[in-house]
């Protein structure tokens, strides 16, 4: 069973950066065509937010709030990813977590998934 790994959360003002990292129990061999990014703010559902495709990232998606402030990417050890957020808003602050997945995802059917990492923006 692989398990993954959220890190680089924390508290930051609003139009800081934080950069998460996601890591998988297993870096030996490429398990993962995708590693998406999704967040659950208090009281709302979890939600979509990047997804990088190819052990080179070779294409990636996003959710129409990140405006091109979020950039998602691949690491050179297998089965780890990225989540840069550069001018965050206090409405970013979310329990973040990363999920992968064998096959070519966007924002559902992944099946491994990380705990989160928590993600506070301050005004």
């Known amino acids: 069973q692989v398990q993954l790994v959220e890190s680089g959360g924390g508290l930051v003002q609003a139009g800081g950066s934080l950069r998460l990292a996601c890591t998988a129990s297993r870096r030996t061999i490429n398990l993962f065509d995708t590693i998406g990014w999704f967040r659950q703010a208090p009281g709302k559902e979890r939600e979509f937010v990047a997804a990088?495709?190819?052990?080179?990232?070779?294409?990636?998606h996003y959710a129409d709030f990140t405006e091109g402030r979020f950039t998602a990417s691949r690491g050179k050890v297998p089965n780890t990813g990225f989540l840069q957020m550069n001018s965050l808003r206090v409405e970013d602050t979310a329990v973040y977590y990363c999920?992968?997945?064998?096959?070519?995802?966007?924002?559902?059917?992944?099946?491994?998934w990380g705990q989160g990492t928590q993600v506070t923006v301050s005004s």
């Open positions: 999920a992968g997945s064998p096959f070519q995802r966007r924002d559902r059917g992944y099946e491994y």
């Open positions: 990088v495709i190819g052990t080179g990232g070779e294409l990636t």
